[in-house]
């Protein structure tokens, strides 16, 4: 099977932050890994800027070893990689400062496209968008990619998008939200419109319930300082569990078009209830097998900061009136695993015996760590002896349906990069999206701090809190079993 991808046109990307964890660990690698997959073209360039004093051949030589460490093996033939390391150069630029600008603008060809990544601190995208505008490095139609956090509640997200406004129009402004980047997610839309067999049963009617699972097996990783301020609310559930249930439950846009996309997603959040505090649970991590306590990890012997939170969520229209949508996250706990689970109801009549009682049909959209799909049927078990039902998965993992070129499929930050290029906006945020979202999250939290919530312990390599069972028990369902 030959994929058919869309040309990207020749580009000067520079990326702010090229020395730091994100470049080093996830945007170069993509970048490279899109170079050996044939889908750069030839005038690609990119430029690494940091405050960090150094040439382009030791940039280089740390996106090599950047390249070793997070690619594949097979992928690494030293032609390819000095190819592409050809392709890339360094100017030290200081956003806060003067210093480097005017390099960086002799750096920038005429007519080709513009992206400038900000893989740095949210307080630095002002300066370094103004200075982009100020020495005139940015021409129209430059496009701009920004990270998350992106603000840390209603306030200081209009703020940051006011800032931003204030040198680049929306349309050149790409809020990344990696868990959009990913092949099932995009997957989610063509499985729901690109198939006659599902929207029709995509409703309060036919679907019981929602759940929406990100369970990672990774403590707070050296980002304690940032995440204690932080907690699960804000760094997981505002956004990506957010975007994972907007897709779940927009409406069908008119086109596969940036504004339509995000026009639908915006309604789902602004048609979000508030969420009763009987309907959350909020945990923290304590020493157990999966590692050492949460305040040990973020180095805060007192910290009221969740690193789980589970949720009850009404999406309040006329499509999921009584579906309710589970969403939960959390650190430490025992598998990797993130996924968007259905469950249909079960069938309202049953004509079989009571012990071959039909099971209600899950859809399972794996987003990790195996990307797939996969629908759960009732069928007749095989064999004599009468009756007898049985529950089996109709898997569509990629590799087994579409051969095992298709399950190299690339990661979401490479994914994400070329739709930059290539000026598609479908796969990001839009910055009214991100204030809504907020709007939603700020009193949830605002709740908490009110009363000096405590966050109910759970065991480091655990599920979670019992309590974020008894939310599921309670309405008679239950969880799926975390597992990788
Ligand atoms: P990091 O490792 O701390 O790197 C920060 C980068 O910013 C470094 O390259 C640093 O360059 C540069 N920098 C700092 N001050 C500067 C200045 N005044 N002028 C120019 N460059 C400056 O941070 P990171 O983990 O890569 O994160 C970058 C962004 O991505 C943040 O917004 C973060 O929230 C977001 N993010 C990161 C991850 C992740 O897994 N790391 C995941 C999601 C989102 P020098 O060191 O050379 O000074």
């Given at each position: 099977m030959v994929a058919r991808v869309i040309p990207v046109e020749d580009f000067d990307l520079v990326i702010f932050g090229a020395t730091g964890d994100l470049a080093r660990r996830k945007i170069l690698p993509g970048l490279y890994r899109r170079f050996w997959a044939g889908q750069m073209p030839p005038g690609a360039r990119i430029i690494g800027a940091a405050r960090t004093d150094q040439e382009t051949e030791s940039f280089r030589a740390t996106v090599r070893e950047a390249i070793a460490e997070f690619v594949a093996a097979e992928k690494c033939d030293p032609e390819t990689v000095a190819a592409f390391l050809d392709g890339l150069s360094y100017v030290t630029v200081d956003a806060m400062g003067t210093g480097g600008w005017q390099a960086l603008k002799d750096r920038m060809r005429e007519n080709v496209v513009q992206a400038f990544y900000f893989s740095v601190a949210p307080s630095l995208f002002g300066a370094i968008a103004e200075r982009l505008k100020g020495n005139g490095i940015a021409r129209d139609g430059a496009r701009i990619v920004v990270e998350k956090p992106f603000g840390r509640d209603l306030d200081t997200a209009r703020a940051l998008n006011a800032t931003l406004a204030a040198h680049f129009d929306e349309t050149q402004i790409y809020r990344i939200d990696h868990y959009l980047g990913k092949e099932t997610v995009q997957n989610l839309m063509a499985v729901r419109f690109a198939n006659m067999l599902f929207e029709p049963l995509w409703n309060a009617q036919y679907i019981d319930h929602v759940q929406i699972t990100v369970a990672e097996t990774v403590g707070v990783e050296g980002r304690g300082a940032y995440y204690d301020g932080s907690g699960a609310m804000r760094d997981m559930v505002q956004n990506h569990l957010m975007q994972l249930l907007c897709l779940t439950a927009m409406e069908p846009p008119a086109h596969f078009e940036p504004n339509a996309v995000r026009d639908e997603k915006l309604k789902v959040i602004r048609a979000l209830d508030p969420v009763d505090s009987d309907d959350i649970v909020r945990g923290q991590y304590k020493a157990g097998p999966g590692g050492a306590s949460y305040r040990d990890d973020a180095g805060n012997p007192d910290s009221l900061t969740e690193s789980f939170v589970a949720m009850k969520v009404h999406v309040s229209?006329?499509?999921?009136?009584?579906?309710?949508?589970?969403?939960?996250?959390?650190?430490?706990?025992?598998?990797?695993?993130?996924?968007?689970?259905?469950?249909?109801?079960?069938?309202?009549?049953?004509?079989?015996?009571?012990?071959?009682?039909?099971?209600?049909?899950?859809?399972?959209?794996?987003?990790?760590?195996?990307e797939g799909i996969d629908l759960r049927m009732?069928?007749?078990?095989?064999?004599?002896?009468?009756?007898?039902?049985?529950?089996?998965?109709?898997?569509?993992?990629?590799?087994?349906?579409?051969?095992?070129?298709?399950?190299?499929?690339?990661?979401?930050?490479?994914?994400?990069?070329?739709?930059?290029?290539?000026?598609?906006?479908?796969?990001?945020?839009?910055?009214?999206?991100?204030?809504?979202?907020?709007?939603?999250?700020?009193?949830?939290?605002?709740?908490w701090t009110a009363r000096d919530d405590v966050p109910l312990p759970y065991d480091a390599g655990s599920a979670g809190p019992e309590d974020a069972l008894i939310l599921l028990y309670r309405d008679s369902r239950r969880w799926r079993e975390i597992a990788g």
């Open positions: 229209n006329w499509r999921w009136n009584g579906t309710p949508f589970y969403l939960r996250t959390g650190k430490r706990m025992k598998a990797r695993m993130s996924e968007i689970v259905v469950q249909f109801k079960e069938p309202p009549h049953n004509i079989f015996t009571e012990a071959a009682h039909p099971r209600a049909n899950i859809l399972t959209i794996r987003l990790q760590p195996d009732t069928i007749k078990e095989p064999g004599p002896g009468g009756m007898r039902l049985v529950e089996v998965p109709m898997d569509m993992s990629f590799a087994e349906a579409l051969g095992p070129e298709a399950a190299d499929i690339p990661d979401a930050y490479e994914r994400l990069i070329m739709d930059v290029i290539r000026g598609n906006q479908t796969l990001f945020m839009r910055g009214d999206e991100v204030e809504a979202a907020w709007a939603w999250t700020d009193p949830i939290i605002a709740g």
